[in-house]
């Protein structure tokens, strides 16, 4: 076996984006034991980075040893018990994911399932919600496989009036838009450390609110799944009363994950969201320049993930095939009934910069040229410029 190298890309797509070489550098610094006071003042200072990213001060919030996934499964196993009502808003990928681990949790599962592209219906879900007595309202904030984001503000709202407890998946909004705990008065709330927070993929910060804690303390039988059970996890992430081993954290990306909230702290919750907006907008200024049109409608755009339809006659795999081989740069490609027909462009934490959509747009510009398709590149580029001193 030799050391492996890997390529140097730019990452454009749906997750992971491009990590800082300071977050890089962070996860290269010394292992030590998890059981070691300095590691426990890092824990806490996590837990606590946390709670501020997603406004959460009221919450439990840890970071959980695996992907976004892991998250969702934790929500989804630590309140469901078997027979419990969950409805699920599904308008993308990861609504049905969600709805699969409820199903296997053992919970009755209602769907709402919405066209792709489409935010979620608070009017059907209240219906839903009506019907009968429901345990868990879950719902994705920021639809990854589609660029939609729905309103988290009013479904958790709904979910509150009928006596449910929100789950809000919040991979990819996190860092990217606006995500308040609080003001929601949302129940449970997850992320991924690739998408905005520009950490690499690997952990999952999971918000749990109070009235979640008595949920899950008060459960019937034993949460069906060992390493996410949050009753054991917190003995080993609470503080309160010293450490029991639980599990082994993951030391060096802990260390990353602090890097990118640091980083991220420095900048300011809300520059972020800024800087993400204002690098949509150029990159949306510079598609249309481009005769490109996105799917989503403005309203209810993501601009941390940027739906773009292909245009009759492209070759959507060559495109990302071009830009990839020349240019070291991965967008991606739709999924489900959107494969084939768009592409996924990410602007995403240390992703979101002029220089990534001037890359991007640059790139694109030339793969749509190698098929024929007529594109003024100057034209493309003073839309975004143009955008960018607006
Ligand atoms: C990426 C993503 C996930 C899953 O995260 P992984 O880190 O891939 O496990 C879940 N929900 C949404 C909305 C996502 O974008």
Redesign the pocket.
Known sequence: MQSFQPPRRVLMG??PSDVSPRVLAALARPTIGHLDPEFQTLMEEIKAALQRVFNAPDHACVPLPA???AG?EAAMMNLLEPGDRCVVAINGV?GGRMADMAGRAGATVVTIEHEWGQPVDPARVEVALAEAPTKVLAF?H???STGVRSDASVLCGLARRHGALSVV?C??SLAGIAVDAAAWDADILYS?T??CLSAP?GLSPIAISKRAQAAITGRREKVRNWLLDFNLLMAYWGGEGGRTYHHTAPINALYGLHESLVVLFEEGLQASTVRHARTHEALAAGLEAAGLKLLVDPKWRLPQLNTVLVPEGVDEAAVRAHVLNTWDLEIGAGLGPLKGKVWRIGLMGASATPWHVRLCLTALSEALAAQGVKVDRAAVLAAMDASLAA
């Open positions: 749906p997750g992907p976004g996934t969702m990861f994705v920021a639809e990854t998946d991979v990819t991924g690739q998408k993929p």
